[in-house]
């Protein structure tokens, strides 16, 4: 049997504290030598098209293939779906609606990258940005650590004055009050340069996530300490690559952090997380998604009976 996983069913499993040990755990796993496949391709019209396979993990017996449209004017802007296989028969176990699995696997990470980066008194928390991805990475926030006071902007100012109660009027005056920054957006050009932020100040940028999209300038990059969470993908369809830097520009990965291997923070320079988001977490989530529907579903039976 197949399980169906629509957004509406995703969201009502989801428990965001165990889903970010998922995270963190399924980060500390070496990466493989062979890169998993990243296809993308502009369709007719204002949308991209984007293929990840395969979603693997050591001790899962299964594997995603996840195909998205991408539409920037739409709502969700994200959509597509997640197919779950079976390892060793290739049979189709669940299909997950890609927006909700996509949104909160890739702030929940964030989340996870931005507390383990940022220094531990870091209090205020800014967003440029206020859609999905940055309200799924501000839950994880509010679980992992207290914050004073959270400061953003967006476009869309109604959008923004949902989501804070304190709203600005662009990114620089974010980076201004903020210890934190966690930048969510669709941008193409700039919204960060080397003199909007300050030394012990961390910034997570979730747009920079293919080609041509970016939020941090160069001068910023080349400044900061960036960790990303694959650096060969970071150089091709990531931060580094779209502000034509190469995998020197790279301190390391938030793998590099979590085993131990990499220092997490320093106060004399400005960190940055530069995710481009990993076929794994995928895996990672749509798995543990399955196995509680599995389970809840089998109770359901059992109190019918």
């Known amino acids: 049997m197949t399980v169906l996983l629509p957004?509406?069913?995703?969201?009502?499993?989801?428990?965001?504290?165990?889903?970010?040990?998922?995270?963190?755990?399924?980060?500390?796993?070496?990466?493989?030598?062979?890169?998993?496949?990243?296809?993308?391709?502009?369709?007719?019209?204002?949308?991209?098209?984007?293929?990840?396979?395969?979603?693997?993990?050591?001790?899962?017996?299964?594997?995603?293939?996840?195909v998205n449209a991408k539409f920037p004017n739409a709502t969700p802007a994200l959509r597509g779906v997640v197919c779950l296989h079976d390892i060793q028969s290739g049979e189709l176990l669940a299909l997950a609606d890609s927006a909700s699995v996509t949104s909160w696997r890739t702030g929940l990470s964030a989340a996870l990258g931005t507390h383990v980066l940022a220094d531990a008194g870091a209090d205020v928390?800014?967003?440029?940005?206020?859609?999905?991805?940055?309200?799924?990475?501000?839950?994880?926030?509010?679980?992992?650590?207290?914050?004073r006071r959270i400061v953003a902007c967006d476009i869309d100012p109604t959008r923004a004055a949902e989501f804070t109660t304190r709203v600005v009027a662009d990114a620089a005056a974010v980076a201004a009050e903020a210890d934190v920054v966690l930048l969510a957006t669709w941008s193409r050009q700039p919204l960060l340069y080397a003199s909007d932020v300050r030394l012990g100040q961390h910034l997570t940028t979730l747009g920079a996530d293919e080609p041509g999209k970016m939020e941090l300038s160069a001068d910023l990059l080349r400044a900061a300490r960036v960790v990303v969470d694959d650096v060969d993908l970071a150089v091709t369809s990531g931060a580094l690559g779209n502000a034509r830097l190469d995998a020197s520009a790279a301190a390391g990965t938030l793998g590099?952090?979590?085993?131990?291997?990499?220092?997490?923070?320093?106060?004399?320079?400005?960190?940055?997380?530069?995710?481009?988001?990993?076929?794994?977490?995928?895996?990672?989530?749509?798995?543990?998604?399955?196995?509680?529907?599995m389970n809840s579903d089998a109770l359901i039976i059992d109190l019918l009976a």
């Open 7 to 66: 957004r509406s069913r995703v969201d009502s499993l989801i428990d965001v504290g165990q889903v970010l040990e998922i995270l963190r755990e399924g980060f500390r796993v070496v990466a493989p030598e062979e890169p998993p496949l990243r296809i993308r391709t502009d369709l007719p019209g204002p949308g991209a098209a984007t293929c990840l396979m395969p979603g693997l993990l050591p001790g899962i017996p299964a594997y995603t293939v996840k």
């Open 256 to 293: 590099d952090v979590l085993r131990g291997d990499l220092q997490a923070h320093s106060v004399k320079a400005v960190s940055v997380y530069a995710p481009v988001g990993l076929p794994w977490q995928d895996l990672a989530l749509t798995w543990w998604l399955y196995q509680r529907a």
């Open 125 to 147: 928390l800014g967003f440029v940005g206020t859609g999905a991805q940055a309200s799924r990475a501000l839950a994880g926030l509010r679980r992992l650590r207290s914050w």
